[in-house]
């Protein structure tokens, strides 16, 4: 699986961006898929995931109630919506997919980035105040 994300920008705080993950390979719909993201200095983030089917999702305190997290298996891509940004959100964002039946969708298991198994190049998101 080859995974390109795509989407960020800079934008001011309280705008909204959407991300996207486009995936190659025709398993893509089987992966639960997950959003990191790692400002300068920091170490990776655990932001958001999504199971296979869509059905399960979990996120981060520091996102819920602002990102929501879809996929589309149709067209391999998973995508973030960011509303509300704030300064702290400024990141360089990665997808990431972790092959089926393993998570489980359990949320400390989803939080490790070294549990997935492919990693998108990652797309830079500014939020100036």
């Known amino acids: 699986v080859q995974l390109q994300a795509s989407g960020g920008g800079l934008v001011q705080a309280g705008d909204s961006l959407r991300l996207s993950c486009a995936a190659s390979?025709?398993?893509?719909?089987?992966?639960?898929m997950g959003w990191f993201r790692q400002a300068p200095g920091k170490e990776r983030e655990f932001v958001v995931a999504?199971?296979?089917?869509?059905?399960?999702?979990y996120y981060a305190d520091s996102v819920k109630d602002r990102f929501t997290i879809s996929r589309d298996n149709a067209k391999n891509t998973v995508y973030l919506q960011m509303n509300s940004l704030k300064p702290e959100d400024t990141a360089v964002y990665y997808c990431?997919?972790?092959?089926?039946?393993?998570?489980?969708?359990?949320?400390?298991?989803?939080?490790?980035?070294?549990?997935?198994?492919?990693w998108g190049q990652g797309t830079l998101v500014t939020v100036s105040s």
């Open positions: 990431a997919a972790a092959r089926p039946y393993r998570s489980n969708m359990v949320g400390s298991w989803l939080e490790r980035p070294t549990n997935y198994d492919y």
């Open positions: 999504i199971s296979w089917s869509g059905s399960n999702k």
């Open positions: 390979g025709r398993t893509f719909s089987t992966y639960d």
